[in-house]
């Protein structure tokens, strides 16, 4: 008997996380990790009509007893490997499985498990025994002696004590909402689930499926797209990249993730290019796969491709969702203000449906995770903005909810000069898009299976979005370039390219001894109606790296050489430079904590009255500034909700009286 090597308590408190269903799925995932194409399940039932006892056989390569040690030792027992695996799984669907937490998982509705193998032993013979596990000693387990079989191949798992009430039509649907993607990705290799005698047939999981082929830099790509009538079970919206073997040699999320549109999908694309993308075995942290995805032409020019394959799906699947989007609004009576049976009533109401149903297409989001008072407040503001002498007020509603700076203001005023349709949903339009670059970025700073770096993802991201630190600023340095580069273009900016040159400023960076170092973004901008010049300058780190004195230190060293040219240092120029990483050491926390007495959040240094500052943040809140500043219309609403309403009530009265007047 050889021991597992963690405590039976341990197991169970660190598997607690599993349902019953879920845990049987693990024994599934686990025949398709040992190689398996076909997973047989046998369900017992009882009077009841639950289940009894349970068989699930792969036809994989079986337990190998000379590693049986390896396979049912503790997933604990290496942390970082167990993360490597689930980071590896991330990119590529191959491995499920964590070193043994599948086979340890039963305890959740079995009172013992036994599994049957038959493995192909080192003298090239099949080989077959058991290994048997009770769940009141999860430390343990027992195999028996190998004995030489003419059997293929294989485990099968049996569970003959099953203790809780498992429904075969739940387990059914669990495994098609659990498997359907993967049963796909793997079609050309006849990967199946049969259960009962009767294979798995997910096809009332489809709810669009289409194909296609496209030709790119003499690479044919072959490509089938899903809509899935449900969210798939762990499983994100994904790109799944198949090589001309049929084999899957990556995957990647969709750009369509988290929209709040119930759109969930999956886009399989097979192509011989695929062919020659290897993913580095023996270091699955390696940027690999962000320098293939960042320097290869064909590569970027294909997920523009396949972006517009999916993009030309999902608008159709909204603008037909979004009339559920109105049911559950009727629902709730967000439109029982309209007295239906006044004709003009009833068009104003048609007309505000419609109007939602065009912003929802739009951006979906605005409807997502409100609770009722929050949508009933939402339709009361869309009802004003449908309304004539309303849309004149609407700059100031969007200005006083969403707390615009003056240069937000000046291109929302642009926007809003006219007062149609067109004008609010360009408007709508704009705050979409930002929240899209905003996840985006977001996932690319915590979503370790993006495997982002600092120079090639995050820092192409920054120079992208540097709206995140201030509006209508240019550009002036980026990530290759110097501070003699940095000068001279902050000059060309300035001085719109007129050819003239500071050659006092640029002798002055060149007589610096650090003139070759590279900031990660700097940028200038001239305040209109007045010669004060901003300039803010960034510095990023890699997401896993904590931020530090020695960050800090870097930072100063720029702002010293930047405050070397005099005229940075005039008194129309001011300098604000931020450092910024997922999170801060305490030493630097402490310094900022000292600086709360100046009266403003993450200062670390200021000089010359506030014309030089250094402030650290992390992504963290960068991210959550931006989301208060443009969600923060559904808590402020509640505040204008009165006065609209009265305005509402104002504009019936003129209306019906204007009808009166007519008639």
Same mark, same amino acid.
């Given at each position: 008997?050889?021991?597992?090597?963690?405590?039976?308590?341990?197991?169970?408190?660190?598997?607690?996380?599993?349902?019953?269903?879920?845990?049987?799925?693990?024994?599934?995932?686990?025949?398709?990790?040992?190689?398996?194409?076909?997973?047989?399940?046998?369900?017992?039932?009882?009077?009841?009509?639950?289940?009894?006892?349970?068989?699930?056989?792969?036809?994989?390569?079986?337990?190998?007893?000379?590693?049986?040690?390896?396979?049912?030792?503790?997933?604990?027992?290496?942390?970082?490997?167990?993360?490597?695996?689930?980071?590896?799984?991330? /990119? *590529? &669907?191959?491995?499920?499985?964590? %070193?043994?937490?599948?086979?340890?998982?039963? #305890?959740?509705?079995?009172? $013992?498990? +036994?599994?049957?193998?038959?493995?192909?032993?080192?003298?090239?013979?099949?080989?077959?025994?058991?290994?048997?596990?009770?769940?009141?000693?999860?430390?343990?387990?027992?195999?028996?002696?190998?004995?030489?079989?003419?059997?293929?191949?294989?485990?099968?798992?049996?569970?003959?004590?099953?203790?809780?009430?498992?429904?075969?039509?739940?387990?059914?649907?669990?495994?098609?909402?659990?498997?359907?993607?993967?049963?796909?990705?793997?079609?050309?290799?006849?990967?199946?689930?049969?259960?009962?005698?009767?294979?798995?047939?997910?096809?009332?999981?489809?709810?669009? /499926? *289409? &194909?296609?082929?496209?030709?790119? %830099?003499?690479?044919?790509?072959?490509?089938? #797209?899903?809509?899935?009538? $449900?969210? +798939?079970?762990?499983?994100?919206?994904?790109?799944?990249?198949?090589?001309?073997?049929?084999?899957?040699?990556?995957?990647?999320?969709?750009?369509?993730?988290?929209?709040?549109?119930?759109?969930?999908?999956?886009?399989?694309?097979?192509?011989?290019?695929?062919?020659?993308?290897?993913?580095?075995?023996?270091?699955?942290?390696?940027?690999?796969?962000?320098?293939?995805?960042?320097?290869?032409?064909?590569?970027?020019?294909?997920?523009?491709?396949?972006?517009?394959?999916?993009?030309?799906?999902?608008?159709?699947?909204?603008?037909?969702?979004?009339?559920?989007?109105?049911?559950?609004?009727?629902?709730?009576?967000?439109?029982?203000?309209?007295?239906?049976?006044?004709?003009?009533?009833?068009?104003?109401?048609?007309?505000?449906?419609?109007?939602?149903?065009?912003?929802?297409?739009?951006?979906?989001?605005?409807?997502?995770?409100?609770?009722?008072?929050?949508?009933?407040?939402?339709?009361?503001?869309?009802?004003?903005?449908?309304?004539?002498?309303?849309?004149?007020?609407?700059?100031?509603?969007?200005?006083?909810?969403?707390?615009?700076?003056?240069?937000?203001?000046?291109?929302?005023?642009?926007?809003?000069?006219?007062?149609?349709?067109?004008?609010?949903?360009?408007?709508?339009?704009?705050?979409?898009?930002?929240?899209?670059?905003?996840?985006?970025?977001?996932?690319?700073?915590?979503?370790?299976?993006?495997?982002?770096?600092?120079?090639?993802?995050?820092?192409?991201?920054?120079?992208?979005?540097?709206?995140?630190?201030?509006?209508?600023?240019?550009?002036?340095?980026?990530?290759?370039?110097?501070?003699?580069?940095?000068?001279?273009?902050?000059?060309?900016?300035?001085?719109?390219?007129?050819?003239?040159?500071?050659?006092?400023?640029?002798?002055?960076?060149?007589?610096?001894?650090?003139?070759?170092?590279?900031?990660?973004?700097?940028?200038?901008?001239?305040?209109?109606?007045?010669?004060?010049?901003?300039?803010?300058?960034?510095?990023?780190?890699?997401?896993?790296?904590?931020?530090?004195?020695?960050?800090?230190?870097?930072?100063?060293?720029?702002?010293?050489?930047?405050?070397?040219?005099?005229?940075?240092?005039?008194?129309?120029?001011?300098?604000?430079?931020?450092?910024?990483?997922?999170?801060?050491?305490?030493?630097?926390?402490?310094?900022?904590?000292?600086?709360?007495?100046?009266?403003?959040?993450?200062?670390?240094?200021?000089?010359?009255?506030?014309?030089?500052?250094?402030?650290?943040?992390?992504?963290?809140?960068?991210?959550?500034?931006?989301?208060?500043?443009?969600?923060?219309?559904?808590?402020?609403?509640?505040?204008?909700?009165?006065?609209?309403?009265?305005?509402?009530?104002?504009?019936?009265?003129?209306?019906?009286?204007?009808?009166?007047?007519?008639?």
């Amino acid at each position: 008997m050889e021991d597992i090597e963690i405590t039976s308590l341990g197991v169970k408190r660190s598997l607690n996380k599993f349902t019953e269903i879920e845990s049987v799925m693990e024994y599934i995932w686990n025949g398709f990790d040992a190689k398996a194409n076909k997973i047989i399940i046998t369900a017992k039932l009882n009077d009841l009509g639950s289940i009894e006892s349970l068989k699930i056989k792969d036809n994989g390569e079986g337990i190998n007893k000379n590693k049986i040690k390896e396979k049912f030792k503790p997933f604990f027992q290496s942390e970082k490997i167990a993360q490597q695996i689930q980071d590896k799984r991330k /990119k *590529n &669907s191959t491995y499920h499985g964590k %070193n043994g937490v599948g086979r340890l998982t039963f #305890f959740k509705f079995s009172q $013992t498990a +036994l599994w049957e193998t038959v493995f192909e032993d080192l003298d090239g013979k099949n080989k077959k025994y058991t290994i048997e596990i009770n769940s009141d000693n999860l430390t343990k387990y027992t195999p028996t002696d190998s004995v030489e079989t003419e059997e293929s191949c294989g485990t099968t798992v049996i569970f003959d004590s099953i203790f809780v009430p498992l429904s075969l039509e739940e387990l059914i649907e669990e495994i098609k909402t659990e498997f359907c993607w993967y049963l796909v990705l793997n079609k050309e290799s006849k990967y199946n689930i049969v259960i009962n005698d009767i294979e798995i047939d997910f096809t009332d999981m489809i709810l669009e /499926k *289409n &194909s296609g082929k496209e030709m790119l %830099n003499d690479f044919c790509f072959d490509w089938l #797209f899903i809509n899935w009538r $449900t969210p +798939l079970k762990k499983e994100y919206s994904k790109y799944y990249f198949i090589n001309s073997q049929g084999k899957e040699s990556f995957k990647e999320y969709t750009t369509f993730n988290n929209k709040g549109d119930k759109f969930y999908h999956s886009l399989f694309v097979k192509s011989e290019f695929f062919d020659d993308f290897i993913l580095n075995k023996t270091d699955l942290n390696s940027p690999q796969m962000s320098i293939f995805q960042q320097q290869n032409y064909t590569y970027k020019k294909l997920l523009i491709l396949l972006d517009k394959i999916i993009s030309d799906r999902r608008i159709p699947y909204i603008k037909m969702y979004s009339n559920k989007v109105i049911e559950d609004l009727d629902k709730i009576n967000a439109f029982d203000y309209y007295n239906t049976n006044d004709m003009v009533e009833s068009f104003k109401k048609n007309n505000l449906q419609d109007f939602i149903r065009e912003l929802y297409v739009i951006e979906p989001k605005i409807f997502a995770q409100l609770n009722k008072e929050q949508k009933l407040t939402m339709v009361r503001l869309l009802d004003a903005t449908m309304n004539s002498l309303d849309r004149d007020n609407l700059f100031v509603i969007l200005d006083s909810v969403l707390e615009l700076d003056s240069d937000e203001k000046e291109q929302l005023s642009l926007i809003l000069a006219t007062t149609s349709l067109t004008s609010i949903t360009k408007t709508i339009n704009f705050l979409k898009e930002r929240l899209k670059a905003l996840d985006y970025f977001e996932q690319m700073v915590y979503n370790k299976s993006l495997n982002a770096n600092e120079v090639n993802d995050l820092q192409y991201m920054l120079e992208q979005n540097y709206w995140l630190f201030g509006e209508q600023y240019s550009a002036v340095a980026k990530a290759e370039d110097n501070f003699v580069a940095l000068v001279k273009n902050h000059f060309d900016i300035l001085r719109k390219g007129d050819g003239e040159e500071n050659q006092e400023a640029l002798q002055e960076i060149n007589s610096n001894p650090d003139k070759m170092k590279q900031v990660d973004l700097c940028c200038v901008r001239q305040m209109p109606c007045s010669d004060k010049i901003e300039n803010i300058v960034v510095e990023i780190k890699h997401p896993l790296k904590k931020l530090t004195q020695t960050h800090y230190q870097q930072l100063r060293k720029y702002m010293e050489v930047l405050t070397s040219v005099k005229e940075f240092v005039a008194d129309n120029y001011k300098w604000t430079f931020y450092l910024v990483g997922t999170s801060i050491d305490q030493s630097l926390q402490d310094d900022i904590n000292n600086l709360k007495i100046k009266g403003k959040s993450n200062l670390v240094f200021e000089k010359d009255n506030y014309k030089i500052e250094i402030f650290i943040r992390t992504w963290k809140s960068i991210f959550n500034d931006y989301k208060i500043k443009y969600n923060s219309i559904y808590s402020k609403l509640k505040l204008e909700e009165s006065e609209l309403i009265k305005e509402k009530d104002k504009q019936i009265i003129k209306d019906k009286q204007s009808l009166l007047n007519v008639n």
